[in-house]
Structures are given as C-alpha cells and as structure tokens.
C-alpha cells in the first residue's frame, strides 16, 4: 500500500530536495504533485487520491495556512504537514491546534517527518476492509475460469482448486454472483467466442469450438444460438 504525497513549497530546489529525499526513503512513499503556491496546489491536487500534503508556511499567492484550511473544508481525509522556520514556530503551532496539522520545524528533521509518514501509512493500512473470505473464493474461481476457458473445467475440479467442497462453492458463487458456475463458464466461453470470430472470421466451427473448450462443434453451435440468438454462421453474417 502506498502513501500518496503533495509537495508545497515557492522554492524549486527545496521541493526536488524533498522528492529525492522522501521517495529514495521507501517505496510505499509516491510523490504525485509538486506545486509552487497554495493556489497551484489546490487547483491541482486531487482530494479522493492524496493521503497528505507537505507544505511550506511562507508562500506568494496563498500561504500554507491557507492552504490547508481550504483543504479542510472540502475534505477531511487529507492529512497535513506544515514546514516552518525558526521565527514562525509559535504563530504557526497556535494557528494549526483546530486544523489537526502536524508542523515540523526547517530544516526538515527526516526521522521525524518519516515517523509522522509511516503512522500515516499504518492508519490507512488498518481502515482498508479485509476481503472476506467468501469474495476470495469468488474472485479465485473467476480468475480460473477467465484464465483457462479453453480447458476442461467442471465444479468438482474448481471446488478442488480452492480446497472447498463443491456443493459450498455452488452455492457461495451463485449467492455472490446471482448465476451459477456452469452459466458464468458458457458466459465467458460465448464472449471469447464472439472475440475470435471478430478477429479471425474464417475460423472454422470445429476450430472455434476447440478454442472455447468444447470438442463438439455440433453442441458448441447450438449454445451459441441458444445464448447469443444467432448460430455462428449468422452471427459472422451480420459482421461482414
């Protein structure tokens, strides 16, 4: 999981400094904006995809301060971090107690703004929802079926595969999905089915029907039919 970070700082050596030194730290740190002013930042940023935003005080157009209760408006989910000289310490601490900012003084302490990024990270790791362990089932039977269409596949074999009995994936699948797995197996089978013929419309039956996973070109055409409403003979027709 990555922790997405804004950039804010007038000083153009300062932001590449910051950038080199956050992303050469760890590769759970992404820089994905680096802006010059409070304005730039906040027409540029987006709200739903940064986790938090590292800014100067001092800046031309819209300050820090600024900035961030702008943000705050719109959004509380993005975190800050406010980067402050000596002299402005105080002022700066006092103006952020009801924004919930965190201020670092310059130069920027690396131990303490990576500490201040990791608890960050571990917040967003914990408010991420675990997959249930009935979605990974279904999510591992789809990946089989989409992946190996084209081979012998049957509910005992795909039960096996996700080490459950298949009478408890049947019904796991069509409780999730609101189809069973014989019906999703013809579904994605017809849609492969279509995508050749578009690609290769000279494909013989036999040959298409072999590509899909059936040995039976007779029985193939008539599902087909049965769930496109064309045999494929008129289903190539009406592409030409």
């Known amino acids: 999981m990555l922790l997405h970070i804004v950039l804010v700082d007038d000083e153009p050596t300062i932001l590449e400094g910051l950038e080199i030194l956050i992303t050469s730290a ?30 100067d005080v001092k800046m031309p157009i819209m300050d820090g301060l600024t900035l961030i209760k702008e943000v705050r ?23 952020l107690r009801s924004e919930a900012a965190d201020f670092l003084l310059k130069p920027v302490n690396t131990k303490e703004l990576f500490s201040i990024f990791e608890k960050l990270l571990d917040m967003k790791r914990k408010s ?5 362990e009935e979605k990974k089932v279904i999510r591992m039977v789809k990946q089989i079926v ?6 012998e596949l049957n509910l005992p074999g795909l039960s096996a595969r996700v080490f ?8 796991l699948f069509k409780q999730e ?27 013989k039956l036999y040959e298409l ?10 029985y193939f055409n008539q599902l087909f039919k049965k769930r496109v409403g064309k045999s494929v003979k008129q289903y190539r027709d009406t592409l030409c």
């Open 26 to 55: 760890s590769d759970d740190y992404r820089i994905i904006g680096r802006y010059t002013n409070g304005q730039e930042a906040l027409a540029g940023i987006g709200l739903e995809e940064t986790d938090v935003i590292v800014t």
């Open 73 to 95: 408006s719109r959004t509380s989910a993005i975190s800050s971090i406010v980067l402050s000289g000596f002299n402005e310490f105080e002022f700066v601490r006092e103006a």
């Open 128 to 132: 991420v929802v675990p997959e249930s």
């Open 146 to 151: 989409t992946e190996e269409y084209c081979s």
């Open 164 to 171: 459950l009995s298949p009478a408890h994936v049947s019904h």
């Open 177 to 203: 999905t609101g189809i069973t797995i014989t019906d999703y197996l013809i579904q994605v089978r017809m849609d492969m089915a279509k995508l050749f013929i578009k690609q290769n419309p000279m494909m």
């Open 209 to 218: 029907a072999q590509c899909v996973g059936y040995q039976d070109p007779d």
